[in-house]
């Protein structure tokens, strides 16, 4: 069959409109990508957040200033031979009574590490830290980032002054053990600074140490005016912590720094990424729009009051990004935050439960019996009733007071981690920290399980 010379021409003209076609709908491709992420950058900006590692604030803080020059200097006095029952493999149950070992063991850490203890002490009067994060080239890696020199030793730390919070308390210098307690939320607040995301968890993991300590030191509490021991903690320090375990604004901040951070971090490893590439650019433009984005709506759960909260915009961000779409070349250092935001809200109600602790301490103490209810105690030792942070209708912290295994009076304190209220009851065992389980959280007022003479009034 003959074809004409016309038709021959027609098929290298329509490949040549193919090519032009795919060009312009690339250039267009590139345009958009381009300008949704300058604004996506643009709007980051308007609030003076950072958007890049470089933006964030890593000037130095001189030394005699600096907070964590002092805990860095506290760490290098620990002995590393003797160290506290918590951070040995010594086994026993994180109440009293403890065994002898635990008395043995305290005691020689006490001796070996007493340099440590002013210094820990002296950094408490400054609120600043730095641990000497500085930033990298783009695409750094967040251990070149953050020196490796504090996150685990000061998990040490941590321990060694949770267990001088209890060490004190049984050798009746409840005002020491009232002062151990501030030095250890002092280090949690200073570890999550400049630390990214992972200082943040550290930091919580201490604060829970510092509430696990207080819960168990709560129940008989010596207080100055109800106790005539010499070294009885002075109530206004108890009100002074109280207020502290409420107070949510420092820990909304630490969250929000953090996961700002933590979206920098992300954001430079897609852009690191974005600039490499040249056909596929705007794809990674798009990823770098979506990483912002998602890293946004985390930043938002975050700085939310309660859990439920936090996860109907944690939700809203995945359901977002789940949509098919061509711009997945990236990745984010944090992968689903679920268990993050649980987290931080266990954290949360740990606060504020052992706040309601000590405030039944002080109304037993000037009443010689236990709240009929928590309401009773705003206004003199309460601000308000702490809410379950778990609860999206803003339910009360829950007390009841019931009868031990023992027949005797225990009165206890609870939350619901799952948001829904439960009728379960308490174990037959004391309940002093958290227990790994969704079901209710409950926290012991009392020492119900030790005989009567060893329970102080």
């Not at 990298?136 to 070149?144: A, C, I, W």
């Not at 400049?194 to 201490?206: K, M, T």
Request: with cysteine; net charge positive; charged share 20%.
């Amino acid at each position: 069959m003959h074809r004409s010379p016309g038709r021959r021409k027609i098929k290298p003209i329509a490949i040549a409109a193919a090519f032009v076609a795919l060009i312009l709908a690339w250039v267009s491709w590139a345009y958009i990508a381009h300008l949704r992420l300058q604004k996506a950058i643009a709007e980051i900006s308007a609030r003076h957040e950072p958007v890049y590692i470089s933006d964030l604030d890593f000037s130095p803080i001189p030394n005699n200033r600096n907070a964590a020059f002092y805990y860095l200097s506290a760490i290098a006095a620990m002995s590393n031979i003797i160290v506290s029952p918590s951070y040995s493999n010594l086994v026993y149950s994180g109440y009293p009574p403890f065994p002898p070992a635990w008395y043995q063991m305290m005691g020689h850490a006490m001796t070996a590490d007493q340099a440590v203890f002013p210094l820990v002490r002296t950094a408490r009067a400054f609120e600043a830290a730095d641990w000497g994060a500085r930033p990298g080239p783009p695409g750094s890696s967040l251990s070149s980032i953050i020196p490796p020199n504090y996150l685990s030793p000061t998990r040490q730390l941590a321990c060694l002054i949770g267990d001088a919070i209890e060490y004190a308390h049984l050798r009746s210098n409840d005002a020491e053990a009232i002062r151990y307690t501030f030095d250890l939320f002092h280090l949690a607040d200073c570890v999550d600074q400049r630390g990214f995301l992972i200082g943040e968890l550290v930091g919580v993991g201490i604060k829970a140490i510092a509430a696990d300590r207080i819960q168990a030191i709560a129940p008989d509490l010596q207080v100055q005016g109800d106790s005539d021991a010499r070294h009885a903690a002075p109530r206004a320090a108890v009100m002074q912590l109280i207020n502290h375990l409420l107070d949510d604004k420092q820990e909304l901040r630490s969250r929000k720094e953090a996961m700002i951070a933590e979206r920098a971090l992300d954001f430079d490893h897609a852009m690191l990424v974005r600039d490499k590439a040249t056909v596929l650019r705007p794809m990674l433009d798009l990823d770098a729009v979506r990483v912002l984005g998602k890293s946004e709506h985390l930043v938002q759960a975050m700085s939310q009051s309660n859990y439920p909260a936090a996860m109907a915009l944690d939700g809203a961000a995945y359901a977002n990004s789940n949509a098919i779409r061509l711009s997945r070349m990236g990745s984010e250092t944090v992968a689903h935050p679920t268990q993050l935001i649980q987290i931080e809200f266990r954290s949360v109600a740990e606060r504020r439960v052992t706040a309601v602790s000590l405030a039944v301490r002080l109304y037993r103490a000037d009443h010689g019996q236990w709240p009929a209810s928590l309401k009773i105690l705003v206004g003199q030792y309460l601000p308000s009733v702490p809410e379950d942070p778990f609860s999206a209708t803003h339910q009360p912290i829950g007390y009841a007071v019931l009868r031990a295994p023992n027949g005797s009076v225990r009165p206890l304190v609870y939350f619901d981690p799952n948001g829904v209220p439960s009728v379960s009851r308490p174990p037959n065992s004391p309940c002093i920290g958290w227990v790994s389980s969704s079901a209710r959280q409950w926290r012991d007022l009392s020492l119900w399980w030790l005989p009567a003479p060893a329970t102080k009034p």
